[in-house]
Every structure is written in C-alpha cells, then in structure tokens.
DNA sequence: GAGTATAACTTGACAACGTTAAGATCTGCG
DNA sequence: CGCAGATCTTAACGTTGTCAAGTTATACTC
C-alpha cells in the first residue's frame, strides 16, 4: 500500500526482500512475458544473490504463488471498480467487463493465474484453488442476488457455471488474440466486449421455453 | 493413423524418430504432466540422445507444437464423432460435448495446446494460431448453418465468440478443478456437461427482447 | 552498551535443462 | 563400390532451481 517502496532509507539487509521480490516478478513478466520468469532473473533484478529468495520462499512455485495472490488482489479489485456504481443486472456486466479489463490490462499475469499447474491442484496446500475466489465471490454472489425473473433456484445455480465460463474463456481468447473483434465487424475492443457481454445477459434474461 | 507404430523391423537410424518423440512426449505429458516435459527426457524416453531430436525439430517449441497440431487431430476427431449423427441445434450440442469430453479425457495435452505463451502469438511461423482451427472452424461453420429464429445477420455473428468462450471456458475450469459438477447440484459430470450446454443452447435460442 | 542468538543474505556447488559444434554412422544413389 | 547427405552420438557451454555452508546485520538480554 501507499508509495511504491523501493526501499525505506538504506537498512542493509534490504528490508524489505520479500515485497520487492514479488514486485520484481510482476515487472518482470509484464515486461518479458510468462517464460522470462526465472528466479535467478528476479533475484539479479532486485540486486540480491541467487539463493536470497530462499529466505522468503521455500520454492520457486512459492513465489509464483505469492505474484498469483497479489494478481488476485488487482483482479478483485477491478472487478470492484468496474461495477460499483451499477444494479441490477447492470452490476453484473460490469463486473464482466472488470474481469476482461484486467485480462486485458495484464494479460501474462493473467494467463499466469489461469495457469496454475492442472496435476498441482491436487498436491496444493489449500490456498491456491482460492486464487480466483475474491472476484469470482463476488460474481457468485450478484448472480444468486440479483432478480432474474422466470428462474426457479436450481435454474439459477445453473447460471454461476455458466456466466463464469463465458467471461473466462472470452478473456482468454482475446488475450490469445484467437478471438478478434474484427472478426464480428468491430473495430473497438471495448465494444465488442460490451456487445458480447450485454448480449450473453440478454440470453440469460428469458424466460427458458420448457421443451423438456 | 492404423498401427501403434513401435518401430519398423530393425532399421538402425531409429527409422520413423520424428514420429516416435511425439508419440512418446504425448505419452509422457499424459502421464506426469506438463512440467516433465522435457526435451532430454523425451528423448532418453525413445532411447536416443539428447541432440537426436534437433535433426527433426529446429527446437523444443518445434516439437511441443508439433505435439500440439497432433493433439489437434484428436481434439477435431472428438467433436466430429461426438456430433455425427445429431442435426440441428443438437449437433451444436454434439460439438460442445465433444469438445469437453476431448478436454477432460487429455487435460494434460489441452492445457498446453490453449496455453501456447501469451507473447509468442506475434512472432510465431503463422502455424500456431490456427491450431485449433480444425474443431472451431466445424463449430463456426454449424452456427452460421443452424437456422436459429430471430436472429438477424450480425446477431448471429455474435453467437461464434460466444459460444466459442462458453465451451472454452467450460473445458478450461473444469479440468483444472474450479467448477465442479458437485457445488451445483449435479453427482455426474456428463450430466452436469450436458446441462450446462443445454441451458446455453436454450437461452440462445430465445429471441431477443429489444430493449435498446 | 557489550555480547550473543537468530534471521537475512552470500558463496559455491550440483544435477538437469536447452542448445550447439564436431565427429561418427548409416542409407540410398550413381 | 564409393560418395553425399541425412541421421545420430559425444562433448561441451551457459542457464536454471535448489541446497549446504559460511557470513553479516539485527534484535534482545544483561
């Protein structure tokens, strides 16, 4: 929090390693992308040895783990921002729109903590499977708040899955650039994404015609 | 295609090595995961030396896209078998559970082919991008074939990236553990799968109520 | 305030990795 | 048969994650 902390006065020992470090890692894979990522590279880019990082971490995941949780911080965060000032259904497109402005904005780091090893979750410590869950509660929770009319309550379970697939594969496909607004005649990102958002509610609003 | 392929007779030179290093980096990223791949590996795997594979691949993104343009194969032959024998919107519904059902059997081989670095998007041999072409081009293709009711043109155009990012989004949380079938209400996955597609395909099927 | 326990950091080393250069060996063509 | 070229091996370089051992600064006690 408050000033970007290089470092307070001259106190040797650095201080504060620990923050620095995972600061470094953010610069660095927002700079040099996901593969630059070495724990070497960040312990020179933050001027300290090799082996520092092995105070503050017991492992190389364990940093990545740490930049993941403040990533997560961000997202939340702009998930927050970008729907505070809505209702309704309103609020839940802006969180939409929080969750790919954020992919958008840092898309390595994104891709990073969508990243987290398939065979890890299983081994993890409990903390990582949360990774996501500040933004994603907060999805959660408007979905099941907010009034959509003509559902009964499992229909609106069904919506949580639903409405997170869509945000998430949408932000991944953009930030992978497979998906182009181009392709679908816009020429404005955040257009497009508005339009895709907007139109996925839409859908979501009906009343279902119950053909089974 | 047909046979297994071990090797042909006892040709010395290893006979069909280009071949044999991607089935066996298949074989081992099924196995241990995408962390343990490793080109030496793979190569002691095929019981070659550690340079044998530059005669094949000029690197080992040469080889792991050419793994990911066979896992491409399946993942196409996945969906066209899953959905050959529906019509309409239900081979709509064919494709999406293909595709899922591709994911969930290689997790492994998925993550990596969605996972191909953010950053090399730019400089890649053009190859790369079109990777999943195969399946998602059979998916375009049925959606703009499938005459949904009260849609205008461009209005159609909007259902490719969405239901693109549904069923993407879909594979990618549910391999990597953060929806489970479970939290909704649902013992079976298959059950869950098709649910969830079903409730897609009804609400996009819906006409729009022109509210703007 | 001197002395010490402890946390924070450095140095040096190890195995494994991707990659390259140089040489060996097999294959197929004349 | 002999040669050209593809295919594979061996050896080496630099880099990586990690650990063991030693060093240095900080914090606490008397």
């Given at each position: 929090?408050?000033?970007n902390g290089?470092?307070?006065?001259?106190?040797?020992?650095?201080?504060?390693?620990?923050e620095a470090l995972i600061a470094n890692a953010i610069k660095?894979?927002?700079?040099?992308?996901?593969?630059?990522?070495?724990?070497?590279?960040?312990?020179?880019?933050t001027?300290?040895?090799?082996?520092?990082?092995?105070?503050?971490?017991?492992?190389?995941?364990?940093?990545?783990?740490?930049?993941?949780?403040e990533?997560?911080?961000?997202?939340?965060?702009?998930?927050?921002?970008?729907?505070?000032?809505?209702?309704?259904?309103?609020?839940?497109?802006?969180?939409?729109?929080?969750?790919?402005?954020?992919?958008?904005?840092?898309?390595?780091?994104?891709?990073?903590?969508?990243?987290?090893?398939?065979?890890?979750?299983?081994?993890?410590?409990?903390?990582?499977?949360?990774?996501?869950?500040?933004?994603?509660?907060?999805?959660?929770?408007?979905?099941?708040?907010?009034?959509?009319?003509?559902?009964?309550?499992?229909?609106?379970?069904?919506?949580?899955?639903?409405?997170?697939?869509?945000?998430?594969?949408?932000?991944?496909?953009?930030?992978?650039?497979?998906?182009?607004?181009?392709?679908?005649?816009?020429?404005?990102?955040?257009?497009?994404?508005?339009?895709?958002?907007?139109?996925?509610?839409?859908?979501?609003?009906?009343?279902?015609?119950?053909?089974?």
């Amino acid at each position: 929090m408050s000033a970007n902390g290089e470092q307070h006065g001259s106190r040797y020992h650095h201080g504060n390693l620990r923050e620095a470090l995972i600061a470094n890692a953010i610069k660095l894979i927002e700079a040099e992308g996901v593969a630059a990522l070495s724990l070497r590279r960040i312990a020179r880019d933050t001027g300290v040895s090799q082996a520092a990082p092995y105070s503050h971490f017991p492992s190389k995941k364990d940093l990545i783990t740490a930049v993941c949780i403040e990533g997560t911080k961000w997202f939340g965060e702009s998930m927050r921002r970008s729907a505070e000032d809505r209702h309704g259904v309103d609020y839940l497109a802006g969180l939409a729109i929080g969750h790919i402005n954020f992919a958008l904005a840092h898309p390595a780091l994104f891709h990073l903590m969508s990243t987290r090893d398939v065979s890890e979750a299983a081994d993890a410590t409990g903390k990582v499977p949360e990774i996501f869950d500040e933004g994603y509660q907060m999805m959660v929770a408007a979905l099941v708040r907010t009034p959509l009319p003509h559902f009964g309550i499992e229909q609106q379970q069904l919506n949580i899955p639903l409405a997170w697939s869509q945000v998430y594969g949408l932000s991944n496909l953009l930030i992978e650039g497979r998906i182009t607004p181009q392709t679908y005649g816009f020429s404005d990102l955040e257009a497009f994404v508005v339009a895709v958002i907007d139109r996925f509610l839409q859908n979501s609003l009906q009343p279902l015609s119950d053909s089974k």
